[in-house]
């Protein structure tokens, strides 16, 4: 088995940190998705829903932006927008997990281009249609104000802006993956079978 | 088995093609590439070479393109252009391959947008990096006055056109397709043998 480490893109709803999660406990890999939100807390003294909020969704360059938000960090922006420093310190912690703690999967975080020279990587997108996600999120998480349609649009906008912003890539091109799927095709758990087989073959 | 007709398009250079005739050997299934011009010739006394070459181009809205092209052919393309007068015959003649010859395998064509309403069909995208498609296109069609990644490039710009001008989406958006793969991550072989036990299992 070749491949050491899995990044898991994913549309919001597509059931993506569901399959991530199976992967990972079918290969017995190590799991990071809100970990790293841990791990980004402790190296930054942001708080986890600050991060969390704001780890994958384009950074705002409004005036409270630039060093008033994080509490107990005076002077180690640099200059740097809260938003810009945040993303890097997710990339440290992404690319300490990448050395230390592999074999592991990754979920979201432009983990694909952050550890795109190392070897080993398998990247994955996971999407799905509308009225799947639609369904999922309600289920999941519950009735909102907010249509479930604007929900997903709002949430796909900012990954895709923060996406792009930070790599210059655009999230959800086929080419910057290894491998996508759609999970309103295959259904949630066989796209996890297909990913465990293609690792175990490799 | 209840995928029956698979489409898959390709970026130039990464063996799409050749898995496509892999997966209709291997699945005992009807191939249509080359096949649709030799169709769509018959039907609009178009040359074949015309066809190749603006079948999957995007159309040149030059005066030359209203009507004067084609021969033989007078009044019958109602004031459409000769490229938009092609798009809807090669509709048509993929819309009844896939009523009456299926199973099938498809290639490129827009064929996955023209058959996004029928049931039991699988959309693939092949793409590959840079290097692999370089080597692959010198191999295949030799040298020429262009740089390898120039031509690539001309070729990729050119369907990525002809795919947004008649189905308004984005060619190669991952979002588009069930299933996405890397053939130089995979694989040639293995990227038909990935997509033929997906079908059989299907």
């Known amino acids: ?51 969390e909020e704001r780890g994958e969704h384009a950074p705002g360059k409004t005036i409270l932006s630039y060093g008033f938000e994080p509490q107990g960090v005076p002077g180690i922006m640099n200059g740097m927008s809260a938003a810009d420093y945040l993303w890097s310190i997710q990339r440290q912690v992404i690319l300490k997990i990448a050395e230390e703690d592999k074999p592991c999967v990754i979920v979201g975080r432009c983990a694909d281009y952050i550890l795109k020279d190392f070897d080993g990587v398998f990247n994955v997108f996971i999407h799905a249609d509308m009225d799947f996600r639609k369904e999922r999120i309600v289920k999941l998480y519950g009735e909102s104000e907010k249509k479930p349609e604007k929900r997903l649009i709002e949430k796909d906008k900012k990954r895709k802006t923060n996406y792009k912003y930070y790599t210059n890539q655009e999230w959800g091109d086929g ?22 087989n293609l690792v175990k073959n490799s």
């Not at 059931?15 to 970990?35: H, Q, S």
């Not at 993956?177 to 465990?196: Q, R």
Request: proline fraction near 0%; charge should be negative.
């Open 1 to 51: 088995m070749s491949i050491q480490i899995i990044t898991i893109s994913r549309q919001f709803g597509s059931g993506g940190r569901t399959i991530a999660k199976k992967v990972a406990d079918e290969l017995g890999f190590n799991y990071y998705d809100k970990e790293i939100i841990d791990h980004v807390s402790v190296e930054t003294g942001f708080s986890k829903e600050y991060i």
């Open 175 to 196: 080419a910057n993956y290894d491998l996508c799927l759609d999970s309103s095709f295959f259904g949630v758990d066989k796209c996890a079978e297909i990913i465990c």
